[in-house]
């Protein structure tokens, strides 16, 4: 498969509509599993790879990965993603759920149920003033974390098994949340058939997840991996919801949250804002529901993959340290689709404590705490995680005053000369 060619594979079934005919658009190639960060005893053993090809449905307008991992695979014990170690997440998911508090007249006789939960960071809002709230999520480290706290979790994966049981045990749920899980869900009808079934009849489900516009247009290629197997529009969940009796209804975009983000409000009746209908207008308007809007995006990618190796090499070669920051998801699929190893990488830093000592899959770079950049003082660090950029650079300031300067990989790399001017 070429730039600017799409790749018709007639066996491949979409995982919302069961169309049969994907079109591949783009192939980053055979990628290590971009959260399983290796453990210094098994530096020795090599990392597992598989396929990864993303493909688009002409029915239902579906972004979608060709293949699965099982999932068991992914959400283990080296499953190190906490949410609460970012601040602007911290901080987005109250504001989230002080609204639906305020909106939904929620109290002590409600329930609220975050599929997806992680360490409890966005639950422990409800619970703190007094609001049932359960969380479900298969990963051991963040359910061991969010229990920690004082938050109810089921460790389990959910689907309409689960939210049959929840129920019968607890009722139906008030609020329903998910939060960055739907992108990773495999069976999708599973998965929002059980949400459907879980949320009461006057109730709301609420979903955030990447926007499908924003990762093609601003080369956001690094969001995708094995974890995310869906990338969402508008039309593509109005297509999917509407399958399980449920509506999406409203929509609200976050430009500055995982390089932007759109949350869906889905309930049991119909009922259309008109932002969400101005913006469904646009994604026909602008071709997003047609396979030519992907095509061109392989030839831009393999352009910045080589503008960022040259970048590097250069600062290299003039003897300048480079190290990164950001050791996610995004960032393993940056540094092994672009090639950047040990041999340019001083070291990746991270807030998560989790993480230190490991190494990023596949590359093997080593990971350690953010007070690296402080005390090795590399000339250049790269920002693995530029969906945080404010966030980080915030944070780094004695490292900005003492020469050191950030590069940023995405729409297109470029080094901040200076600190950047924020609202």
């Keep these: 498969m070429t730039a600017g060619q799409a790749l018709l594979r007639p066996e491949a079934t ?3 509509c069961g169309h049969q005919g994907l079109e591949v658009f783009l192939s980053l190639g055979n990628m290590p599993l971009p959260d399983a960060f290796v453990h210094p005893d098994d530096l020795s053993q090599p990392d597992a790879r598989y396929p990864l090809d993303v493909a688009f449905c002409s029915r239902c307008c579906l972004v979608q990965l060709v293949g699965d991992v099982p999932a068991e695979r992914m959400f283990v014990e080296n499953y190190l993603y ?6 602007q997440l911290l901080q987005h998911s109250r504001q989230h759920a002080l609204e639906l508090i305020e909106q ?6 409600s329930l609220v149920v975050e599929v997806a939960s992680n360490d409890g960071y966005l639950l422990r809002n409800f619970a703190e003033q007094g609001i049932p709230a359960v969380g479900v999520d298969p990963a051991p480290g963040p359910a061991a974390a969010a229990r920690e706290i004082g938050i109810e979790t089921i460790q389990e994966f959910f689907g309409r098994d689960l939210a049959s049981r929840l129920v019968s045990e607890r009722g139906h749920s008030d609020v329903v949340i998910a939060n960055n899980v739907m992108a990773h869900v495999p ?7 059980g949400m459907a079934a879980l949320v009461a009849k006057d109730g709301v489900i609420t979903v955030e997840n990447p926007y499908v516009r924003r990762l093609i247009d601003e080369n956001q290629f690094d969001t995708i991996y094995h974890e995310h197997v869906c990338y969402y529009s508008c039309t593509s969940v109005a297509h999917l919801v509407e399958q399980h009796g449920l509506h999406l209804n409203d929509v609200r975009a ?15 009746s119909p009922g259309r804002s008109a932002r969400l209908e101005e913006l469904l207008r646009e994604e026909h308007n602008c071709g997003l529901n047609t396979i030519d809007y992907y095509i061109e995006f392989g030839g831009r990618i393999e352009q910045l993959r080589h503008e960022l190796l040259n970048l590097l090499h250069g600062l290299q070669r003039d003897g300048h340290k480079v190290a990164a920051y950001g050791a996610a998801a995004k960032g393993t699929v940056m540094l092994n689709y672009v090639g950047i190893g040990a041999d340019l990488l001083e070291f990746v830093v991270d807030r998560n404590v989790h993480k230190h000592g490991r190494f990023v899959p596949g590359v093997r770079v080593p990971i350690a705490g953010p007070e690296r950049l402080l005390i090795d003082r590399p000339n250049y660090t790269l920002l693995l995680a530029w969906n945080f950029a404010k966030e980080i650079v915030r944070q780094q300031q004695d490292y900005l005053r003492r020469g050191g300067r950030f590069v940023i990989p ?3 790399p470029t080094v901040l000369e200076h600190e950047p001017a924020y609202d």
């Design 187 to 193: 069976d999708l009808n599973d998965f929002v058939g």
């Design 82 to 87: 906490f949410s609460s170690y970012s601040d």
């Design 14 to 16: 979409c995982r919302s």
């Design 410 to 412: 995405i729409p297109k």
């Design 104 to 109: 939904r007249g929620l109290g002590s006789r």
């Design 254 to 268: 976050f430009p500055g949250l995982h390089g932007g983000t759109l949350r869906w409000y889905l309930s049991k």
